[in-house]
Structure formats: C-alpha cells, structure tokens
C-alpha cells in the first residue's frame, strides 16, 4: 500500500502563490506516476497536473503557465508551485500516484485551497 499525505493549502487573494506539497510512504518503489488533481464544490474531480518519475510533465489548459509541478525522488514527495491563482482555482487539491499515467489508485487526503479577496 502507498499513503500520501497533502500540505500547504490555505487562503489567499487572487494573483498570489501557494506551493503544495506530498509526501508518499509505504511502497514507494511501485510509484512510477505522481500528479494533482482538483474537486472544486458541485464540479467532478479533474487532473491539474502529473510528473512521472523521469520529469516529464503534463498540464490541464487551464493551468498551463501558471502552475508548475516537480518532483524530488530522494524525499518522495511531489510539489504542486501555483502562481497567478484566480478564484476558480478554489477547490480541494488531491495527490494521486501510481504505476503508469493510466493506473494511479492511491489518493491522499485533499487540501483546501480557496482563492478570495
């Protein structure tokens, strides 16, 4: 079993920055796949971003630009750096890894970020 475990969200105004971050334990070794996914209220779940583990990335449209996500193996943790945030980035933000982009089962437990003035 893999546990992740999400940080650093909170409040902040429109066009500011927060970094996400998330620390996987447990069988680390079968992570190939880690990525961000968001569920903002009355909306389904959608994908933000993955890395895999060699660095490639991939982005939503709608974040393209503004968000960057990267990785550190050695600490086994993927960071979610969120620049320029509008207040429909407000949501819950999930970390979500696994094996291949297609088969990534384990979820943390959310974070809220809420973008207000």
């Known amino acids: 079993q893999v546990q992740l475990v999400e940080s650093g969200g909170g409040l902040v105004q429109p066009g500011g920055s927060l970094r996400l971050s998330c620390v996987a334990s447990g069988s680390i070794s079968i992570i190939s796949v880690m990525g961000w996914h968001r569920q903002a209220p009355g909306k389904e779940r959608e994908l933000v971003a993955t890395i895999t583990r060699g660095g490639t990335v991939n982005y939503a449209d709608s974040v393209k630009g503004r968000f960057t996500i990267s990785r550190d193996n050695a600490k086994n943790t993927v960071y979610l750096q969120m620049n320029s945030l509008k207040p429909e980035d407000t949501a819950v933000y999930y970390c979500?890894?696994?094996?291949?982009?297609?088969?990534?089962?384990?979820w943390g437990q959310g974070t809220q970020v809420t973008v207000s003035s």
């Open positions: 979500n890894a696994g094996p291949t982009m297609t088969i990534r089962p384990y």
